[in-house]
């Protein structure tokens, strides 16, 4: 009888091994066959220099570089392909042109509508020759993160991403200041961003807004958006003057390099008390730096640079006790900055 009970609790913690190794390490389950099939078509239209998918063979498709699975599923959430080799926070005249060569090269297939359950995209970086970002993506529903940053793409962003309900990050920024990026990516109008409720995180920077002139209407109204960086993006007449604005979640707002028609800084901006982070330089606003940025006492960043301003320097600036950055330069300014 002993011994029946004994081989029954060893029987039980086997299948509770069982079941917990499935849940946590995924041992016993794979990638989907179809998934799998469908990353290998994507990679076919990729040429890959530095040999950066080599593990993309034979396999679990899971354990594959870039490529992020559900453990208890199996299926693909996760195309993590950004080129690790360029970094973002690096002007370009420090960067390594040499790694050009760790760029994906080629264009993006639509294997990857394949991929149902898929989450979160970054392809930012590589070189996809001036293809146009590709209408499918808007059809691919569970995306929550898209990022085609610096990614060597043309022509018009595709109004059939406001159908990505879910979307919570969108990157589809230039880089502006390389000299050898040939990218060329507008919008006429923002009004398929209008059903985004969840979008925290939106970059356009060096997209021509030139005959959007909805995109403040619709940022606007956006009620999670957190992080809005326009900077170079050929704005010119199209910033409003309002007394409020809603941006209720707003804490990084960049309009830097548009050279705005209007010579004073809109008053809606000094209600925003959330922002972390505002840069309005290479601008043509001019008169004395405004007062009301007074009460954007949360700043860490600000930058007002190469601005037509005249007058002293503000002595309110000591009430940013979190300032981390600051710059006047380029203006007509007079004064020290005052420490009490």
Not at 117 to 144: A, K, W
Not at 250 to 262: A, G, Q
Request: proline content about 4%; glycine content about 6%; hydrophobic content about 40%.
């Amino acid at each position: 009888m002993k011994l029946a009970i004994a081989l029954l609790l060893l029987e039980l913690l086997a299948l509770a091994n069982i079941k917990i190794g499935y849940c946590n390490g995924s041992a016993y389950i794979g990638c989907i066959q179809s998934e799998r099939k469908a990353l290998l078509r994507f990679k076919q239209d990729l040429k890959d220099p530095a040999n950066r998918l080599a593990s993309w063979s034979d396999g679990n498709c899971c354990t594959w570089a870039g490529v992020v699975c559900n453990d208890s599923t199996g299926r693909v959430l996760e195309l993590r392909l950004g080129n690790p080799f360029l970094h973002d926070d690096e002007p370009f005249w420090l960067e390594d042109y040499d790694d050009e060569t760790s760029k994906l090269i080629g264009k993006i297939n639509p294997s990857l509508l394949d991929l149902k359950h898929l989450v979160y995209l970054d392809l930012s970086n590589n070189n996809f020759e001036n293809n146009q970002i590709p209408v499918f993506l808007g059809f691919m529903g569970s995306l929550r993160h898209i990022d085609l940053s610096r990614a060597e793409l043309t022509g018009m962003i595709p109004h059939q991403l406001g159908n990505l309900f879910n979307l919570q990050y969108l990157d589809l920024s230039i880089d502006t200041h390389n000299p050898i990026s040939f990218s060329f990516l507008y919008l006429e109008n923002f009004s398929w961003l209008s059903g985004l409720s969840l979008l925290k995180h939106l970059d356009l920077t060096g997209v021509d807004l030139s005959t959007a002139s909805d995109w403040f209407l619709v940022t606007n109204m956006l009620p999670s958006l957190q992080v809005l960086k326009l900077s170079a993006c050929s704005l010119h007449n199209s910033l409003p003057e309002l007394p409020i604005a809603n941006f209720s979640s707003l804490y990084t707002l960049d309009l830097s390099y548009n050279e705005f028609d209007n010579t004073l800084v809109p008053s809606w901006l000094f209600g925003l008390s959330h922002l972390v982070f505002l840069d309005l330089g290479f601008n043509s606003f001019g008169g004395p730096i405004p007062d009301g940025l007074q009460n954007l006492t949360s700043l860490e960043h600000l930058d007002l640079r190469s601005n037509n301003f005249i007058s002293s320097i503000p002595t309110w600036l000591h009430k940013f006790t979190r300032l981390e950055y600051l710059s006047l330069r380029e203006n007509r300014l007079q004064g020290m900055i005052s420490s009490v």
